[in-house]
């Protein structure tokens, strides 16, 4: 893997870049040294529960400038997949939170607070204001024949105390009462990036994926093309990397490490190409 030759950074947000309301080691100083370079960032979630405007208020409190349209999140991957791989007006019941439902309803999707006749698919995101009704609603419609969508496989969400349960888990609990699989439409689907790709012009050799999750972010970089970088200030270990069976093209303890590497291969790049000059110059 070339760092010196990356131009697109591909960062996951939570786990990665902070935990709850807290930026973790280097993340800062990564952005400002990538947007220093004239770099592009990418921030890449498959977190539902809120929209980008919260996401763009929530690194304006954590002192990250960021735009609207640096943001790519798994509403926006499941947006594009009902619009173009689903029926028009088919109607949908929301497993989600509120920011969820109504991000989906700008976009002209049908959603349904009740189990509806006309309803043709149950859709689970990250709910953190999840019920034992929506539950049961969900499994209601499941057991009549509702196709199972979702909006990421995360089994569990970290947090500066833990782990809280996540899409992946929320889905399992649904799954197992009603026999079904969800078909997951975020990450490791690789639309993400393929849409980070399309709004950048970058080529994938250009890109870097960068997070904390094999299953997701690692995963989702291998399914794009694009060289991967895994964190260890979320989810997963060196250990899990080591067991993988898509492992990460380097593993860094945090984004610290990741701008120190970095910034080596930019000095070592610099200083070969210094030399050649030199040894021109030496020839004419």
């Given at each position: 893997?070339?760092?010196a030759?990356k131009?697109?950074f591909?960062?996951d947000?939570?786990?990665?870049?902070?935990?709850?309301?807290?930026?973790?080691p280097?993340?800062?100083e990564l952005l400002?040294w990538?947007?220093?370079?004239g770099g592009t960032v990418?921030?890449?979630?498959?977190?539902?529960s809120?929209?980008?405007?919260?996401?763009?208020?929530?690194m304006?409190?954590l002192g990250?400038?960021?735009?609207?349209?640096e943001?790519?999140t798994a509403v926006?991957?499941?947006i594009?997949?009902l619009?173009?791989?689903?029926?028009?007006g088919e109607g949908?019941y929301v497993?989600?939170?509120?920011s969820?439902?109504r991000?989906?309803?700008a976009?002209?999707?049908?959603?349904?607070?009740?189990?509806a006749?006309?309803v043709?698919a149950?859709l689970v995101g990250?709910?953190?204001?999840l019920t034992?009704?929506?539950v049961?609603?969900a499994c209601?419609?499941?057991?009549?024949?509702a196709?199972?969508l979702?909006?990421?496989p995360d089994?569990r969400?970290p947090?500066?105390?833990?782990f809280v349960?996540?899409?992946g888990?929320?889905?399992e609990l649904i799954?197992?009462?009603?026999g079904r699989?969800a078909?997951?439409i975020?990450?490791p689907d690789p639309?993400?990036i393929?849409l980070?790709?399309?709004q950048?012009g970058c080529?994938?050799?250009r890109?870097?994926?960068?997070?904390?999750?094999?299953?997701?972010?690692i995963?989702?970089g291998a399914?794009?093309g694009?060289?991967?970088?895994?964190?260890?200030?979320?989810?997963?270990?060196?250990?899990?990397a080591?067991r993988?069976d898509?492992?990460?093209g380097?593993?860094?303890?945090?984004?610290a490490e990741?701008?120190?590497?970095?910034?080596?291969?930019h000095?070592?790049a610099?200083?070969?190409?210094t030399?050649n000059?030199?040894?021109e110059?030496e020839?004419?």
């Amino acid at each position: 893997m070339d760092l010196a030759q990356k131009k697109l950074f591909l960062l996951d947000l939570d786990g990665t870049v902070y935990l709850e309301d807290h930026l973790l080691p280097g993340a800062a100083e990564l952005l400002a040294w990538v947007r220093g370079r004239g770099g592009t960032v990418r921030f890449l979630s498959n977190n539902s529960s809120r929209g980008v405007d919260a996401g763009m208020e929530k690194m304006r409190r954590l002192g990250i400038p960021a735009a609207r349209e640096e943001f790519l999140t798994a509403v926006e991957a499941t947006i594009r997949y009902l619009h173009e791989a689903r029926r028009p007006g088919e109607g949908y019941y929301v497993v989600g939170t509120t920011s969820f439902r109504r991000q989906l309803e700008a976009a002209g999707i049908a959603v349904r607070e009740t189990p509806a006749d006309d309803v043709t698919a149950v859709l689970v995101g990250f709910d953190t204001e999840l019920t034992y009704q929506k539950v049961e609603d969900a499994c209601r419609l499941l057991d009549r024949g509702a196709d199972f969508l979702a909006t990421n496989p995360d089994w569990r969400c970290p947090t500066l105390t833990g782990f809280v349960p996540d899409c992946g888990a929320i889905c399992e609990l649904i799954g197992r009462a009603a026999g079904r699989e969800a078909v997951f439409i975020g990450k490791p689907d690789p639309t993400m990036i393929r849409l980070a790709l399309e709004q950048t012009g970058c080529t994938a050799d250009r890109a870097l994926m960068v997070g904390d999750r094999l299953y997701t972010d690692i995963a989702c970089g291998a399914n794009a093309g694009v060289d991967t970088v895994l964190v260890l200030t979320g989810e997963a270990s060196a250990e899990d990397a080591k067991r993988s069976d898509v492992p990460p093209g380097l593993v860094c303890q945090d984004l610290a490490e990741l701008l120190e590497r970095l910034r080596t291969a930019h000095e070592t790049a610099r200083s070969a190409h210094t030399g050649n000059d030199l040894d021109e110059e030496e020839i004419d």
